[in-house]
């Protein structure tokens, strides 16, 4: 892993940009001495890490003593792209102009990307967890169809959060069932791009024990800021 630049915030959060290999990614760390717990967080469907709702919910996260870490999935971000990633790009554009279905395109665009970015987030926490200032233990937040194979890949992760609103794979749908941690599952009430029955039917697969669903009345980016407050509650059951 190496740093690449590293800025102190307002809020005494440490900002850093890293490179893992091909790998781009940004670490926020509270101003502490011990080592910190870690969240990594990904945006739904491959979204940038810079972000604007991503990265005012980790450095919100950091200052209340966690590790956070974000890092642009194959493809997304400052990855390069390559020519079938901007054809499936336009053919979904395309298909939501027209009013058209768009499941099995995003099954073919997101599908792919789950198999690509798990590994490299098990290599990007493996690094992570060398650092002197990351203690563990592990939690997950953001991403659904990723956060699903991770955790049930990944027994380092001890709970997580999933936001309902990003197209789940198919065989991430069915993999939902081996998960068993601790986990919150947001749901936009009236998400227009995630059929509402689709995210209640998975929350039901999980296997989790311990699960709950926070239903918040609006549209795909109205997840209200408390959200953020109750997910830190959360985390601080499990990884504090």
Not at 21 to 28: H, Y
Not at 99 to 113: A, N, R, T, W, Y
Request: overall charge negative; proline content about 7%.
């Amino acid at each position: 892993m190496h740093f690449t630049s590293a800025q102190r915030l307002d809020d005494g959060v440490l900002e850093r940009e890293f490179t893992l290999g091909e790998i781009p990614g940004t670490l926020w760390t509270p101003e502490s001495a011990a080592p910190a717990p870690l969240i990594l967080m990904a945006h739904n469907n491959g979204l940038p890490r810079a972000a604007a709702r991503l990265v005012a919910r980790a450095r919100h996260t950091a200052a209340y003593g966690y590790a956070v870490a974000a890092v642009d999935a194959p493809g997304c971000g400052d990855r390069p792209r390559s020519a079938a990633d901007e054809q499936v790009r336009a053919d979904l554009r395309r298909a939501m102009q027209a009013g058209e279905p768009v499941d099995d395109i995003f099954e073919s665009f997101i599908g792919p990307l789950v198999e690509r970015a798990v590994p490299e987030w098990r290599a990007t926490l493996d690094a992570l967890l060398a650092l002197p200032e990351i203690g563990g233990p592990v939690g997950y937040s953001g991403w659904t169809a990723v956060g699903i194979r991770l955790a049930a890949v990944e027994p380092r992760i001890a709970a997580a959060g999933f936001f309902a609103g990003g197209y789940v794979p198919r065989a991430q749908r069915e993999e939902a069932r081996q998960v068993t941690i601790p986990l919150l599952f947001l749901l936009q009430w009236d998400d227009e791009g995630n059929p509402r029955q689709r995210a209640l039917d998975l929350f039901d697969a999980f296997g989790s024990k311990e699960k709950t669903l926070h239903a918040n009345m609006g549209g795909h980016t109205g997840t209200p800021w408390f959200e953020v407050e109750d997910g830190g509650r959360f985390f601080g059951r499990h990884l504090k």
